[in-house]
């Protein structure tokens, strides 16, 4: 089974032991890597804090080293990671060796891998953002090698590769068809969310509360007296009836008038 494995920054220049390995190489890892552990620098303790908070943003990236990772690239300095590979055994001819069964014989090495920042130290910000890309671009399960693929490769196309070529951090991300904010707020929300869940797990129990004391009773209240009843209103004399009209007299007959007498004859 054959793994490619790259090599991590052009490190000629630096005087390094025979056994750190940048030339593309064909094995299989059959061990997590160990990390070796940067030269010890000193920060305040403010720098410190910062350092702190940004390696808890990305705790799950790669193998857990997430604080070596910042303290490299604010720094600028070199983050290696040794490794057992196990590579085929070839003859000065470059020819597989094979054993009696006419099968590839392998060895195990151990390989140094690593990340050289190249002396070009980033600010803060500069380092949340090239390892928010990172952690991005990787999938769930990634190790420290593939964290230190993904920054800086053979191919020249890693993130602090494209840095160094003077690309800016919009360019590179839009490089690896990313979004600056999306990936910095879906970084925020993802904290946030493990914050609250680490809050409800670890919260403290609470200690047994003492016995609740019971609370003196009340003193009955006095029974309102009642209120004296309204005297009953008297009632209202009833109108006398209005006594009937007399009836009128009926207008009595005129008399008949008399009769003329008739006159006598002239």
Same mark, same amino acid.
């Given at each position: 089974?054959?793994?490619?494995?790259?090599?991590?920054?052009?490190?000629?220049?630096?005087?390094?032991?025979?056994?750190?390995?940048?030339?593309?190489?064909?094995?299989?890892?059959?061990?997590?890597?160990?990390?070796?552990?940067?030269?010890?620098?000193?920060?305040?303790?403010?720098?410190?804090?910062?350092?702190?908070?940004?390696?808890?943003?990305?705790?799950?990236?790669? !193998?857990?080293?997430?604080?070596?990772?910042?303290?490299?690239?604010?720094?600028?300095?070199?983050?290696?990671?040794?490794?057992?590979?196990?590579?085929?055994?070839?003859?000065?001819?470059?020819?597989?060796?094979?054993?009696?069964?006419?099968?590839?014989?392998?060895?195990?090495?151990?390989?140094?891998?690593?990340?050289?920042?190249?002396?070009?130290?980033?600010?803060?910000?500069?380092?949340?953002?090239?390892?928010?890309?990172?952690?991005?671009?990787?999938?769930?399960?990634?190790? *420290?090698? *593939?964290?230190?693929?993904?920054?800086?490769?053979?191919?020249?196309?890693?993130?602090?590769?494209?840095?160094?070529?003077?690309?800016?951090?919009?360019?590179?991300?839009?490089?690896?068809?990313?979004?600056?904010?999306?990936?910095?707020?879906?970084?925020?929300?993802?904290?946030?969310?493990?914050?609250?869940?680490?809050?409800?797990?670890?919260?403290?129990?609470?200690?047994?509360?003492?016995?609740?004391?019971?609370?003196?009773?009340?003193?009955?209240?006095?029974?309102?007296? !009642?209120?004296?009843?309204?005297?009953?209103?008297?009632? &209202?004399?009833?109108?006398?009836?209005?006594?009937?009209?007399?009836? &009128?007299?009926?207008?009595?007959?005129?008399?008949?008038?008399?009769?003329?007498?008739?006159?006598?004859?002239?």
């Amino acid at each position: 089974m054959n793994v490619k494995k790259y090599s991590y920054g052009l490190l000629a220049a630096l005087s390094l032991s025979a056994t750190t390995v940048y030339a593309q190489t064909e094995g299989e890892a059959t061990t997590a890597p160990d990390v070796i552990e940067p030269a010890e620098i000193v920060f305040s303790e403010g720098n410190q804090q910062v350092i702190e908070k940004i390696a808890s943003d990305f705790s799950e990236l790669g !193998d857990g080293h997430s604080e070596d990772l910042v303290k490299t690239l604010r720094t600028g300095g070199t983050y290696s990671v040794e490794t057992e590979v196990e590579k085929v055994i070839v003859d000065n001819e470059g020819n597989p060796v094979l054993d009696a069964n006419g099968l590839e014989q392998t060895e195990i090495v151990i390989e140094t891998v690593t990340l050289d920042a190249d002396g070009n130290g980033m600010g803060f910000g500069e380092v949340s953002l090239a390892l928010g890309l990172t952690n991005a671009l990787l999938e769930d399960g990634a190790t *420290d090698l *593939d964290v230190i693929a993904a920054l800086s490769n053979a191919e020249g196309n890693g993130i602090l590769d494209l840095r160094a070529a003077g690309m800016g951090w919009g360019e590179i991300f839009h490089e690896y068809d990313m979004n600056v904010g999306q990936v910095m707020k879906d970084i925020k929300a993802s904290n946030r969310e493990g914050a609250v869940v680490a809050v409800r797990t670890d919260k403290p129990q609470k200690s047994p509360k003492s016995p609740r004391v019971e609370k003196a009773e009340r003193p009955v209240k006095a029974e309102r007296a !009642d209120k004296p009843e309204r005297p009953e209103k008297v009632e &209202r004399p009833d109108k006398p009836e209005r006594p009937e009209k007399p009836e &009128r007299p009926e207008k009595p007959e005129r008399p008949e008038k008399p009769e003329k007498p008739e006159r006598p004859n002239k």
